[in-house]
C-alpha cells in the first residue's frame, strides 16, 4: 500500500473497492471508524452486502469481475466536469490523455449500467463525494485482483486516483491491504518465480549482485540449474503447479514436467480446480508438506484418486514446522513497516524452524555451507540454527531497490521497546532515545517503512507514504520512479519542471541515479575514497557502498527512484489502457461477445494459457444455461487461509461450524431451498460439493457466495479416515476450489477466483 492503515485517519473519502476489511483486516477498520468520527464518507463497492458494507455511507452493488465499467464510469463524469487535477496530470501523470479520450467516448453511464448494474443516479453521487472529498483515498484487496483482468482492475483503481490528483498524499493514495501476516515482507525477498529478493530481475546483473552478497561464485550458481537458460527463465507460479504436472511436456517450455513439490506453508485447498490437483498429486514423485500441520494435503495425498494417476513410487513426508511463537525474526506489515518479533518458547516436540530446515535440506544437497556463509549459527534443540539477525543483516546489505538497506535488527528491536514514542497517526517519532542502547529515534517513522536506507553515514528515516513530493526525501519524501526510461514516443516520461521532493537540488524531472549521472551533475567527488571504486559502472541498486544514494540524498534532496511521471498508459501490459474483458466462465453470453477475453498465450510462465478459447467454448456449449450463478468466494474474520489450523482450534470452530453458501432469498425459493438446509453446489469442472444453504440479501439474485476456508470434505464425503491419527482438525466442510474452474490472470498468473459459475440444487 502506498501508505497506512494510519494515514487513513487524515482521508475525507475513502472507496473500498473490493475489500472486505471488517472481516480480513479488522484492525485497519478502527483506523477507518476514527476518519468517520472526523467526517470521512466511506464506500464500499461489493457484489455483497458485507459486514464493512455495513458501515458503509454508500453501498454499491455490483456484478463480480465489472470493476473496470464502474471505475470508468466514474471517471467519465469526472472528466466531463472537468473534476479532474489538472495541474497535477500535467506535472506527474503520463497518458492521462489517451485514456480521457477512450473513457469519454466509451463509459457513458449506459453502458456503466449494462455492464455493472449500477445506475446513473448513484454513479454521479459516489463520482460527486470523490471530487468534492480531497484528499480522498481507495482501499482494495482480492475483490480486483482474482480475475484474468485484475492487472486492468487494479490499475483503473490507480488511474481514477491519478486523474484527482490523490497519489502521494497523506489521506490519499492507494491502498491495497496485504494478505497474509507477514505476505508483504515474504513478497519482498524474492519468493516470485520472475525475480530475486528485493524484486531484482532474474537477469545475470542481479545475480551477480546477489552472488556477491551472499559470497558464492557466480559460475557456481549458475552450475546449480540443469541448464544455464532456466536461471534467466521465469519459472512456474504456485498457482498452475498442477498443468507443470499434467500438461504434455512438448506444450511446456521446460525440458521436464514436474515430478515433485513442497507445500511448504501452504494449503492445497486454497488453489483452484482441485479435481486435476488431487491427479496431479497423485502423479508426483515426491509430495513433502513442511507445516505445523499435516495440512489437507496429506488427507488429499492419502484419499485414493483415479487409478491410471496412481504412482507407485510417490514419496510423502510431513516435516512438522515451527509456529511464529517458536522463533523470531522481522515481520514486515502491509504498510512496508516492519516490526521485531521475539520468540515465546523453543520449538515444541519434532518441529523445527523453517529455516532450520531449510539448511538442514542444504546441508543433504550439498550447498548448506555455501547458504549460510553469512550468518553465525547457534544451538537450538541441540541443532545448528542460522542467526535470524544474519540473515535480515544480510538484506540489509544487498536490497537496495525498495530500500531495505536500513532497517537493521537494531534499529527495529529499538523501535519495538518504545512503541509510545511514536505518533499513531503520523508514524513519526516523537523524539526521545532508546534507554537500552542510547539509540536516537531522530525523526523516524515507526518500524522503518520501505525505502528506508542506511549506512554508517546515512540514517534514513523510512518512508510513510509513497511518492510524496510535500516532503523532503530525507523525511519520508519522494517521486514517482522513473523506471522507464525518460521519454515515450516523443513525450517526456520525467516529471515537469517545478514538480519535485521539497528542497531538492534537482528542480527538473530526473532519470534514475546511476554513476553517469552522478558524474554529470559534478557531485561525483562527494564520495569518499572507499566508495568510489565500489560505486564504479554502478546504478544505485547495484552499488554496493551505498555512498551514491547518500550522497544524492542527503547531500542534495533527491531521490534515487528518480523523478518522472506515474504511468496512465502501460504500453508493456497486454492493455496499454485498462478494458473490461467478461470472465472466462460467466452468466452473460451478451456481455462476453461485446468484450471478450485475451487471446490465448502459448507460453506464460512456461505453459499455456488460454483465454478465448475456454471462453468461446462456454458461449457455444451455453454453460450458463447449466450454472447459471455467479459463483464468488471469500473470507470470513474467524478463519484463515485454507483454514486447517483455525479450524482446529476449539474456540473458533465453535464460531463457524459449517461450510455454507450464501444465497438470495429468491434464488433458493426458485430451487425450493430453505435457510440450514443441505444443497449441492455443482460446477463446469464436473464437481460437485454438499454444503448449508445460507439464504440471505446479502448477495444479489444472480451471485452466490462460498468462503474457502473449509476442507476435510471431498464431494459428499467425509475424509476424516485420511489423515494422520489425531490430526484432523475439528470443522471439516467442502473446499470451494474443488469446484473452481480454469482462468488466471493476464499478467500475475493469478487465479480467477473470484468470478465463475455454478449451480444450486436441494440435496
Ligand atoms: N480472518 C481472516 N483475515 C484474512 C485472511 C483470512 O483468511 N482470514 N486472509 C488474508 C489474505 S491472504 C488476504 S489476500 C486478505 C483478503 O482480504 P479481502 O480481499 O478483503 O477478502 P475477500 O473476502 O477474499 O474478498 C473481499 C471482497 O471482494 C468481494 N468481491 C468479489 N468479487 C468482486 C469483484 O469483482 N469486485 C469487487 N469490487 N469486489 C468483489 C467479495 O464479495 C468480498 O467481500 O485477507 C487477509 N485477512
Ligand atoms: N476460492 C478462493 N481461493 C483462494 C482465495 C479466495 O479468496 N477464494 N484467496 C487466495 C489467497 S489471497 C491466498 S493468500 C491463498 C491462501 O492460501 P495458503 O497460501 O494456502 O495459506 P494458509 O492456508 O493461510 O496457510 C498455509 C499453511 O501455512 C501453515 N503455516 C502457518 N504458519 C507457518 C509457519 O510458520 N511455517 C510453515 N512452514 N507453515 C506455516 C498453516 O498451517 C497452513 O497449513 O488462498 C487463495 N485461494
Ligand atoms: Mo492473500
Given at each position: 500500500?502506498?501508505?497506512?492503515?494510519?494515514?487513513?485517519?487524515?482521508?475525507?473519502?475513502?472507496?473500498?473497492?473490493?475489500?472486505?476489511?471488517?472481516?480480513?483486516?479488522?484492525?485497519?477498520?478502527?483506523?477507518?471508524?476514527?476518519?468517520?468520527?472526523?467526517?470521512?464518507?466511506?464506500?464500499?463497492?461489493?457484489?455483497?452486502?458485507?459486514?464493512?458494507?455495513?458501515?458503509?455511507?454508500?453501498?454499491?452493488?455490483?456484478?463480480?469481475?465489472?470493476?473496470?465499467?464502474?471505475?470508468?464510469?466514474?471517471?467519465?463524469?469526472?472528466?466531463?466536469?472537468?473534476?479532474?487535477?489538472?495541474?497535477?496530470?500535467?506535472?506527474?501523470?503520463?497518458?492521462?490523455?489517451?485514456?480521457?479520450?477512450?473513457?469519454?467516448?466509451?463509459?457513458?453511464?449506459?453502458?456503466?449500467e449494462e455492464v455493472c448494474g449500477v445506475g446513473a443516479e448513484q454513479l454521479l453521487k459516489v463520482a460527486t463525494w470523490l471530487h468534492e472529498n480531497r484528499p480522498g483515498t481507495i482501499v482494495w484487496c482480492m475483490g480486483q485482483t482474482q480475475h484474468t483482468i485484475g492487472n486492468a482492475i487494479v490499475r483503473a483503481s490507480c488511474i481514477l486516483q491519478l486523474a484527482l490528483g490523490n497519489v502521494g498524499k497523506?489521506?490519499?493514495?492507494?491502498?491495497?491491504?496485504?494478505?497474509?501476516?507477514?505476505?508483504?515482507?515474504?513478497?519482498?525477498?524474492?519468493?516470485?518465480?520472475?525475480?530475486?529478493?528485493?524484486?531484482?530481475?532474474?537477469?545475470e546483473g542481479s545475480w551477480k549482485h546477489f552472488a556477491k552478497a551472499w559470497g558464492v561464485d557466480f559460475e557456481w550458481l549458475k552450475g546449480r540449474f540443469a541448464n544455464p537458460g532456466m536461471m534467466s527463465k521465469p519459472g512456474i507460479t504456485v498457482s498452475r503447479w498442477i498443468d507443470g504436472v499434467l500438461e504434455k511436456n512438448e506444450l511446456i517450455d521446460q525440458e521436464n514436467n514436474l515430478k515433485g513439490?513442497?507445500?511448504?506453508?501452504?494449503?492445497?485447498?486454497?488453489?483452484?480446480?482441485?479435481?486435476?490437483?488431487?491427479?496431479?498429486?497423485?502423479?508426483?514423485?515426491?509430495?513433502?508438506?513442511?507445516?505445523?500441520?499435516?495440512?489437507?494435503?496429506?488427507?488429499?495425498?492419502?484419499?485414493?484418486?483415479?487409478?491410471?494417476?496412481?504412482?507407485?513410487?510417490?514419496?510423502?513426508?510431513?516435516?512438522?514446522?515451527?509456529?511464529?511463537?517458536?522463533?523470531?525474526?522481522?515481520?514486515?506489515?502491509?504498510?512496508?513497516?516492519?516490526?521485531?518479533?521475539?520468540?515465546?518458547?523453543?520449538?515444541?516436540?519434532?518441529?523445527?524452524?523453517?529455516?532450520?530446515?531449510?539448511?538442514?535440506?542444504?546441508?543433504?544437497?550439498?550447498?548448506?555451507?555455501?547458504?549460510?556463509?553469512?550468518?553465525?549459527?547457534?544451538?537450538?534443540?541441540?541443532?545448528?540454527?542460522?542467526?535470524?539477525?544474519?540473515?535480515?543483516?544480510?538484506?540489509?546489505?544487498?536490497?537496495?531497490?525498495?530500500?531495505?538497506?536500513?532497517?537493521?535488527?537494531?534499529?527495529?528491536?529499538?523501535?519495538?521497546?518504545?512503541?509510545?514514542?511514536?505518533?499513531?497517526?503520523?508514524?513519526?517519532?516523537?523524539?526521545?532515545?532508546?534507554?537500552?542502547?542510547?539509540?536516537?529515534?531522530?525523526?523516524?517513522?515507526?518500524?522503518?517503512?520501505?525505502?528506508?536506507?542506511?549506512?554508517?553515514?546515512?540514517?534514513?528515516?523510512?518512508?510513510?507514504?509513497?511518492?510524496?513530493?510535500?516532503?523532503?526525501?530525507?523525511?519520508?519524501?519522494?517521486?514517482?520512479?522513473?523506471?522507464?526510461?525518460?521519454?515515450?514516443?516523443?513525450?517526456?516520461?520525467?516529471?515537469?519542471?517545478?514538480?519535485?521532493?521539497?528542497?531538492?537540488?534537482?528542480?527538473?524531472?530526473?532519470?534514475?541515479?546511476?554513476?553517469?549521472?552522478?558524474?554529470?551533475?559534478?557531485?561525483?567527488?562527494?564520495?569518499?575514497?572507499?566508495?568510489?571504486?565500489?560505486?564504479?559502472?554502478?546504478?544505485?541498486?547495484?552499488?554496493?557502498?551505498?555512498?551514491?544514494?547518500?550522497?544524492?540524498?542527503?547531500?542534495?534532496?533527491?531521490?534515487?527512484?528518480?523523478?518522472?511521471?506515474?504511468?496512465?498508459?502501460?504500453?508493456?501490459?497486454?492493455?496499454?489502457?485498462?478494458?473490461?474483458?467478461?470472465?472466462?466462465?460467466?452468466?452473460?453470453?451478451?456481455?462476453?461477445?461485446?468484450?471478450?477475453?485475451?487471446?490465448?498465450?502459448?507460453?506464460?510462465?512456461?505453459?499455456?494459457?488460454?483465454?478465448?478459447?475456454?471462453?468461446?467454448?462456454?458461449?457455444?456449449?451455453?454453460?450458463?444455461?447449466?450454472?447459471?450463478?455467479?459463483?464468488?468466494?471469500?473470507?470470513?474474520?474467524?478463519?484463515?487461509?485454507?483454514?486447517?489450523?483455525?479450524?482446529?482450534?476449539?474456540?473458533?470452530?465453535?464460531?463457524?461450524?459449517?461450510?455454507?453458501?450464501?444465497?438470495?432469498?429468491?434464488?433458493?425459493?426458485?430451487?425450493?431451498?430453505?435457510?440450514?438446509?443441505?444443497?449441492?453446489?455443482?460446477?463446469?469442472?464436473?464437481?460437485?460439493?454438499?454444503?448449508?444453504?445460507?439464504?440471505?440479501?446479502?448477495?444479489?439474485?444472480?451471485?452466490?457466495?462460498?468462503?474457502?476456508?473449509?476442507?476435510?470434505?471431498?464431494?459428499?464425503?467425509?475424509?476424516?479416515?485420511?489423515?494422520?491419527?489425531?490430526?484432523?482438525?475439528?470443522?471439516?466442510?467442502?473446499?470451494?476450489?474443488?469446484?473452481?474452474?480454469?482462468?488466471?490472470?493476464?499478467?500475475?498468473?493469478?487465479?480467477?477466483?473470484?468470478?465463475?459459475?455454478?449451480?444450486?440444487?436441494?440435496?
Open positions: 500500500m502506498t501508505n497506512s492503515y494510519n494515514d487513513m485517519q487524515n482521508s475525507k473519502v475513502a472507496m473500498y473497492i473490493g475489500s472486505n476489511a471488517a472481516e480480513a483486516h479488522p484492525v485497519s477498520l478502527l483506523h477507518m471508524l476514527h476518519a468517520k468520527e472526523n467526517g470521512c464518507k466511506m464506500i464500499v463497492v461489493d457484489p455483497r452486502f458485507t459486514r464493512t458494507a455495513a458501515k458503509a455511507d454508500e453501498y454499491v452493488r455490483i456484478r463480480s469481475g465489472s470493476d473496470i465499467a464502474f471505475l470508468f464510469g466514474l471517471l467519465h463524469i469526472i472528466f466531463k466536469n472537468g473534476w479532474e487535477d489538472k495541474k497535477y496530470i500535467n506535472d506527474r501523470v503520463f497518458g492521462m490523455d489517451k485514456v480521457k479520450e477512450e473513457v469519454l467516448a466509451k463509459w457513458t453511464p449506459d453502458k456503466v497523506s489521506g490519499g493514495g492507494t491502498n491495497i491491504f496485504r494478505g497474509h501476516d507477514n505476505v508483504q515482507g515474504a513478497t519482498d525477498v524474492g519468493p516470485n518465480p520472475d525475480s530475486l529478493p528485493g524484486y531484482y530481475g532474474i537477469v513439490v513442497f507445500f511448504w506453508g501452504h494449503a492445497p485447498n486454497s488453489q483452484s480446480r482441485g479435481l486435476e490437483m488431487k491427479r496431479a498429486m497423485d502423479k508426483l514423485d515426491l509430495l513433502v508438506v513442511v507445516d505445523p500441520y499435516p495440512s489437507a494435503t496429506a488427507a488429499m495425498a492419502a484419499m485414493p484418486g483415479k487409478p491410471e494417476d496412481a504412482n507407485s513410487n510417490r514419496a510423502v513426508y510431513l516435516l512438522p514446522a515451527a509456529t511464529q511463537f517458536e522463533t523470531s525474526g522481522s515481520c514486515t506489515a502491509s504498510n512496508r513497516s516492519i516490526q521485531w518479533r521475539e520468540k515465546v518458547i523453543d520449538p515444541l516436540w519434532e518441529s523445527r524452524s523453517d529455516h532450520m530446515i531449510m539448511y538442514q535440506l542444504a546441508e543433504k544437497l550439498g550447498f548448506g555451507k555455501e547458504l549460510v556463509k553469512n550468518y553465525k549459527m547457534q544451538k537450538v534443540k541441540g541443532m545448528d540454527e542460522p542467526m535470524i539477525e544474519d540473515i535480515l543483516r544480510e538484506i540489509n546489505k544487498s536490497v537496495w531497490t525498495i530500500g531495505y538497506t536500513g532497517q537493521s535488527p537494531e534499529r527495529l528491536k529499538a523501535h519495538m521497546r518504545n512503541m509510545h514514542l511514536f505518533d499513531v497517526k503520523t508514524l513519526k517519532s516523537k523524539g526521545g532515545k532508546d534507554k537500552e542502547t542510547g539509540y536516537d529515534f531522530g525523526g523516524d517513522y515507526f518500524g522503518l517503512p520501505w525505502p528506508c536506507w542506511g549506512t554508517p553515514e546515512l540514517k534514513h528515516p523510512g518512508s510513510p507514504n509513497l511518492y510524496d513530493t510535500s516532503k523532503h526525501v530525507m523525511d519520508g519524501g519522494g517521486n514517482f520512479r522513473a523506471n522507464f526510461g525518460v521519454e515515450r514516443e516523443g513525450k517526456n516520461l520525467l516529471a515537469e519542471d517545478g514538480s519535485h521532493s521539497l528542497g531538492a537540488d534537482i528542480t527538473t524531472g530526473y532519470p534514475e541515479l546511476d554513476h553517469v549521472l552522478l558524474k554529470k551533475l559534478g557531485w561525483w567527488d562527494e564520495l569518499t575514497d572507499a566508495e568510489k571504486p565500489l560505486a564504479e559502472g554502478k546504478n544505485w541498486k547495484t552499488d554496493s557502498s551505498g555512498g551514491m544514494i547518500r550522497v544524492f540524498m542527503q547531500n542534495h534532496g533527491c531521490h534515487p527512484f528518480g523523478n518522472a511521471k506515474a504511468r496512465a498508459v502501460v504500453w508493456n501490459f497486454p492493455d496499454p489502457i485498462p478494458q473490461h474483458r467478461e470472465p472466462l466462465y460467466g452468466t452473460r453470453p451478451d456481455l462476453m461477445e461485446k468484450y471478450p477475453a485475451h487471446a490465448d498465450k502459448k507460453a506464460f510462465w512456461r505453459l499455456p494459457t488460454l483465454y478465448k478459447t475456454v471462453q468461446d467454448k462456454n458461449i457455444a456449449d451455453k454453460v450458463h444455461e447449466k450454472f447459471p450463478l455467479i459463483m464468488t468466494s471469500g473470507r470470513l474474520v474467524e478463519y484463515e487461509g485454507g483454514g486447517e489450523e483455525t479450524r482446529s482450534n476449539p474456540w473458533l470452530a465453535e464460531l463457524q461450524q459449517d461450510m455454507f453458501v450464501e444465497i438470495n432469498p429468491k434464488a433458493a425459493s426458485d430451487r425450493g431451498i430453505r435457510n440450514g438446509e443441505q444443497v449441492w453446489v455443482s460446477s463446469p469442472t464436473g464437481a460437485r460439493i454438499k454444503v448449508m444453504a445460507m439464504v440471505t440479501p446479502r448477495v444479489g439474485v444472480d451471485t452466490v457466495f462460498l468462503p474457502f476456508h473449509y476442507s476435510g470434505r471431498w464431494q459428499g464425503a467425509d475424509m476424516l479416515g485420511h489423515y494422520p491419527n489425531g490430526a484432523a482438525p475439528i470443522v471439516r466442510g467442502e473446499a470451494v476450489n474443488t469446484a473452481t474452474t480454469y482462468g488466471y490472470d493476464s499478467v500475475t498468473m493469478m487465479q480467477e477466483t473470484k468470478t465463475t459459475v455454478c449451480n444450486v440444487e436441494r440435496a
